[in-house]
């Protein structure tokens, strides 16, 4: 299976998103997610040494198209979008892939 796939679901709570691939689910935490946004101003944050709020809570995740999702956080930041093939990257390495 290719990383760019779509899952086949998406569940989300304010703690964690769980993607649902036929060969895996990936429960991603919300404070992981947050901290690893991509955003231009997260990414520009970073490089001055910022650290992103890891308290927030997720609140929603909004298709893009095929390939991605944005998130919205509870610390009203929702610039954010991760692609499939991004958060299977993420979820495999750092462990939070769980074999199915």
Known sequence: MTAGVP?????????????????RTLAL?????????????????SRRGEQAATEAALLDAIPVGHYAVQLRFSD?????IYPWEYLRGLGENTGSGLKT
């Not at 899952?7 to 060969?23: E, M, Q």
């Not at 919300?30 to 944050?45: F, G, Y």
């Open 7 to 23: 899952p086949i679901a998406v569940d989300v709570s304010r703690t964690a998103l769980a993607l649902h691939w036929d060969d």
């Open 29 to 45: 935490p919300a404070a992981l997610l947050r901290a690893r946004c991509r955003c231009a101003e997260c990414v520009a944050a």
């Open 76 to 80: 009203g930041h929702e610039r954010g």
